[in-house]
């Protein structure tokens, strides 16, 4: 079990009797009972969120796990606390290590912060909203060629484009035919793929809804619409096998507080059941990152484009026979 939820155990006796709303919590959280409801922004199973959610239900109790990105914590505090009900209680949790000590101090302008308990290297606090909140999500634009980039807040690039991005455009191919582009972010990538000419279209694949949404408004504001189907999805499960002439990724490896690999060392490893025979993948990752080895046995004219500015850009090419 989780430290946050360890802690949270400790205080089960006082949220056993009643319904429980948690928010961006861990997946099968065993302390969740079958009244209560999960709202995360990552995808999840048990996931009550839906990709155009805007409005946040809240309960009796309400417990958000502390977000590693500062700019979302504003943001889940706005969305919760225009939500919240006198009779209402919102907690949050999280490690101490991603910064939740400092919470009291980060929020003492609209909120009374009082703690509940610490262990596990962790801590809990209960919120009491001192001021209502300004409403809206804090959108974040930018230009870059002629398309213009929209975000909500902690998406991946939000405000300017990302160096592991700018670094694989310089070296992007042009492109042909059906394209899968494996995390979205706020969909700058996605546009500038589905822009050229002989694109006919793009699948785009995002587990973190805020990216979804940014990446949605992105695609609508720059009238690529009819060239873009974009996945809320922890993968690539409900994409058709051997359909797409080329796979474009910025990889994230970054969850919560710590670094994860494994959902894309997952995807490397099985990007060739999306690809036709003779399909390219391209990618860019920082250099400490090594992806070639899952790639071997399905893939040949494994080639670095380029290595600047602490990254490296490749193309492999699918095997026509395994």
């Known amino acids: 079990m989780q430290p946050t939820l360890q802690l949270l155990e400790r205080l089960q006796a006082e949220f056993n009797d009643i319904p429980v709303h948690w928010f961006d919590g861990p997946d099968n959280n065993p302390l969740q009972k079958s009244s209560d409801k999960t709202y995360a922004l990552n995808w999840q199973q048990n996931n009550q969120a839906l990709p155009d959610q805007t409005i946040w239900p809240t309960n009796q109790l309400n417990i958000l796990f502390y977000p590693k990105a500062k700019e979302r914590l504003h943001w889940w505090l706005n969305q919760l606390s225009s939500s919240l009900q006198p009779d209402q209680h919102l907690w949050i949790v999280g490690h101490n290590d991603g910064g939740i000590k400092s919470l009291p101090k980060r929020i003492k302008d609209d909120f009374e912060c009082v703690k509940i308990d610490s262990a596990r290297h962790c801590t809990a606090y209960e919120l009491i909203p001192r001021n209502t909140l300004p409403t809206g999500e804090n959108w974040q634009h930018f230009e870059f060629h002629d398309i213009t980039a929209y975000a909500l807040p902690g998406v991946f690039s939000a ?54 949404r940014s990446s949605q408004r992105t695609i609508r504001e720059n009238q690529l619409s009819d060239r873009i189907q974009l996945h809320w999805s922890a993968g690539t499960e409900d994409l058709a096998e051997n359909r797409f002439n080329a796979i474009v990724t910025n990889p994230p490896f970054h969850q919560g507080i710590r670094t994860a690999y494994e959902p894309t060392q997952l995807f490397f490893s099985q990007a060739h059941q999306w690809l036709k025979p003779g399909g390219k993948l391209l990618w860019v990752a920082n250099d400490f990152l090594n992806y070639q080895d899952l790639l071997v046995e399905h893939f040949h004219h494994i080639e670095l484009l380029t290595h600047t500015r602490g990254f490296r850009v490749y193309q492999a090419i699918r095997k026509y026979h395994d």
Do not use: R
């Not at 492109?175 to 995390?183: A, M, P, Q, R, Y």
């Not at 700058?188 to 979804?212: C, R």
């Open 159 to 212: 405000g300017k484009l990302d160096k592991g991005t700018e670094v694989l455009l310089t070296v992007l191919p042009q492109l042909k035919g059906h394209i899968l582009e494996f995390g979205a972010g706020c969909g700058i990538l996605t546009s500038i793929i589905a822009s050229q000419d002989k694109v006919e279209k793009v699948d785009a694949v995002e587990i973190d809804l805020l990216a979804v």
